[in-house]
């Protein structure tokens, strides 16, 4: 990757951006993803190829851990984050 940039400056006429951070879904995988997940639920085609492909490149061996969610319901379509109890954790504020 770096040597990428580095060619990539080199070829450039300034201003120009030589670096653009990953999406969100790739940022989460590389930053937030550790051994003591076992699971990554991840809503829609699109964002569950991504974050696979993302996690073969990372963590070839952890691959089978992200998961597509698909809502059990179909009927009502619940979002990731309804279907779930997180989404209620992320609403409580927290004390320090």
Known sequence: MWEQIR???LKSSAP???YE???LIKRSVRDLYNRDIDEVLVEGAAG???AKD???MIMP???KNV???VDPGRCH???VFRSNPLWMECLTPRCS
């Open 7 to 9: 060619e990539f400056t």
């Open 21 to 23: 951070e990953g999406d």
């Open 61 to 63: 061996s952890h691959a």
């Open 48 to 50: 569950y190829r991504n």
């Open 54 to 56: 993302t996690m073969k």
């Open 77 to 79: 379509s619940l979002p």
């Open 67 to 69: 998961k597509h969610y």
């Open 16 to 18: 120009a951006a030589i």
